[in-house]
């Protein structure tokens, strides 16, 4: 297709100005079969939502008023499923929300609700930590009374039914779906997220202190090399490949995936996100679980670990 480009937003000089080629696509209807629209409306989204963060007080102009409309255009667009509600009206308000850092898991009475009983009281007693828990489940039906008694009795673990931040009428989530939303909807500035199952060698505040973590505001881990005969052998390696542009860089290019040496990259048991600096990359892991797009995701991939 042909190269869409999408020019820096020079508030002080044109805010509120977009050219014909992004008001085309502004005004045109998402595909859910095509990705590649996908990523040029999330494109155009984080040109403005950075632009807004970097704006200190609201202007009463026809230059910022068509600003503001053109960010609400693309975010009613693109996340309509987003329950606006309470003090977050929309996701600048959601991002300046956002306090500290904390761990995040996704539970339910069939998610192996024990295992993560035992990951938080490993966390606590083992390793003496502290850091805050937020446990997320979906509708009230997936989470027993009784195991949100046995959980809320622990000093620093709150429960959040994920159906009160979104409308999952439209996004039908279940299972490994929940994750990135989960994430995005913490209250955690700083976001240490977790399945049941994980089981730590060292405190996960070490983390929050790796460098490269520090430095680019993520970590993430490999999975097993595995080459997936279920998916069909570099069935997801091609997929991926087929997305890129030409000129990507080195350390995404000796990705074990794009040298057709495994089927899965990603590794989403432990991924540790700074929402301060990635929540527009975030809406775009949550994008890719809309109907339509996560058929063409689940068709390619195991679930929700490419994604990150």
Known sequence: EKKFEITTLDFKKNLGLISKQERALLETKLDKKNLIQLGENLRLFKKYFDAKLLIKEEKKDSKFNEFNVIYSKLENKLFSWFLKKNNNSNFISLHQSFREKGIVMCIGDKGYPHLAYTTIMMVRE????????????????????????????????????????????????????????????????????????????????????????????????????????????????????????????????????????????????VVLIDKSKHLVGLLASCSLFQEGYRDILYYYTPGDKETF
Request: aromatic share 14%; charged share 25%.
């Open 126 to 269: 083992v390793f003496n930590c502290d850091l805050p828990f937020e446990l997320f489940y979906l509708g009230e039906s997936d989470l027993s009374l009784k195991n949100k008694k046995k959980f809320e009795s622990i000093v620093g673990v709150t429960l959040i039914n994920l159906e009160t931040m979104l409308d999952n009428n439209i996004l039908k989530l279940k299972g490994y779906d929940m994750k990135p939303f989960a994430c995005l909807f913490s209250s955690f500035k700083e976001v240490l997220l977790m399945d049941s199952d994980t089981v730590f060698l060292k405190s996960p505040l070490t983390f929050f202190l790796q460098s490269n973590y520090i430095k680019t505001g993520t970590l993430f881990f490999h999975d097993r090399q595995v080459k997936d005969f279920h998916f069909g052998i570099f069935k997801t390696s091609n997929f991926i490949k087929s997305y890129l542009p030409k000129t990507i860089p080195k350390a995404v290019l000796n990705l074990n995936i794009l040298n057709w040496k495994t089927d899965h990259e990603q590794e989403s048991g």
